[in-house]
T-cell receptor, first 115, second 116 residues
Framework: DTGVSQNPRHKITKRGQNVTFRCDPI?????LYWYRQTLGQGPEFLTY????????KSRLLSDRFSAERPKGSFSTLEIQRTEQGDSAMYLC?????????????FGPGTRLLVL | AQTVTQSQPEMSVQEAETVTLSCTYD???????LFWYKQPPSRQMILVIR??????QNATENRFSVNFQKAAKSFSLKISDSQLGDTAMYFC?????????????FGEGTQLTVNP
């Protein structure tokens, strides 16, 4: 299967700790998105990469959050000094824009629980 | 900013019957895409169907079809011959295609339960 993969699938951490999530997009996709989904809600956009460049960040992405996509391949999302409000599902999606058309394909997500 | 509204938090349908999920959106854009995604209990978001706003013909994918009313800004999903595996949370999503990134804006979701 060459879909979007995310690791870890689950993460439990204590408040104040740092956590890092990884996303591996579909290999030919040059666009990568991070979303956050809280229980019972739709996903909300966090940030976007085109190749290795981070081109857009949501106001939801506080300065405790940082994302990278070295060499335009996999991406990491780090949360520093986690807070209980960071508990959520973090979803990664990738896409390839062709002839003005684009469809995002999602990974299974990383569920974060901050105690 | 675009908004997407799904007014039915929960719906249920008997196996083999037809169900329609509602979605309305608000935008001032003329060129955009609309999607329905399905999120089963395993939580992986799966694309169900997409619709380009410039196309008048409603999209269909096997048992799934949409009723796209651009003037009314309505985008409903019809599931025919419902199956137990259709039980999931369904999200309607809006995308404005851009060269610099095309974020999705999601509705709140509709939990669909297919009963045997």
């Amino acid at each position: 299967d060459t879909g979007v993969s995310q690791n870890p699938r689950h993460k439990i951490t204590k408040r104040g700790q740092n956590v890092t999530f990884r996303c591996d997009p579909i290999s030919e996709h040059n666009r990568l998105y991070w979303y956050r989904q809280t229980l019972g809600q739709g996903p909300e956009f966090l940030t976007y990469f085109q190749n290795e460049a981070q081109l857009e960040k949501s106001r939801l992405l506080s300065d405790r959050f940082s994302a990278e996509r070295p060499k335009g391949s996999f991406s990491t999302l780090e949360i520093q000094r986690t807070e209980q409000g960071d508990s959520a599902m973090y979803l990664c999606a990738s896409s390839l824009r062709l002839a003005g058309q684009e469809t995002q394909y999602f990974g299974p997500g990383t569920r974060l629980l901050v105690l | 900013a675009q908004t997407v509204t799904q007014s039915q938090p929960e719906m249920s349908v008997q196996e083999a019957e037809t169900v329609t999920l509602s979605c309305t959106y608000d935008t001032s854009e003329s060129n955009y895409y609309l999607f329905w995604y399905k999120q089963p209990p395993s939580r992986q978001m799966i694309l169900v169907i997409r619709q380009e706003a410039y196309k008048q013909q409603n999209a269909t994918e096997n048992r799934f079809s949409v009723n796209f009313q651009k003037a009314a800004k309505s985008f409903s999903l019809k599931i025919s011959d419902s199956q137990l595996g259709d039980t999931a949370m369904y999200f309607c999503a809006f995308m404005k295609p851009q060269t610099s990134g095309s974020r999705l804006t999601f509705g709140e979701g509709t939990q669909l339960t297919v009963n045997p």
